[in-house]
């Protein structure tokens, strides 16, 4: 659903219509809320952010399970070394 010219509004108009905006929203309607010309907040349906925050968990979980597989993919190429051999290289680079 995109945002539509009507869905932008002042401030100062959300604060004398505010009622009538949050029926508008609980019935599907997404508005910005301005300041000074500016984007300011957006008033969206509870529900929705809900939803909203779900999509961005998941987004995340699909994320690590896209590395985990990476890393996988380098124990499986031989590209990985123990703990210690790493920490031992990385001191002597530094003190090097």
């Avoid at 004398?16 to 301005?34: D, M, N, Q, R």
């Avoid at 300041?35 to 999509?55: C, F, M, P, T, W």
Wanted: proline residues 1%.
């Amino acid at each position: 659903m995109g945002i539509a010219a009507s869905d932008v509004i002042p401030l100062s108009h959300a604060r004398a219509k505010f009622s009538e905006l949050a029926e508008e929203v609980k019935g599907g309607a997404e508005k910005i809320i301005t300041k000074n010309g500016e984007s300011y907040v957006a008033l969206i349906d509870a529900q929705r952010l809900d939803y909203y925050h779900q999509l961005e968990r998941e987004r995340i979980h699909l994320l690590l399970i896209d590395e985990a597989g990476k890393g996988i993919d380098d124990v499986a190429a031989g590209r990985v070394q123990d703990a210690s051999s790493a920490i031992a290289s990385l001191k002597r680079r530094r003190s090097g």
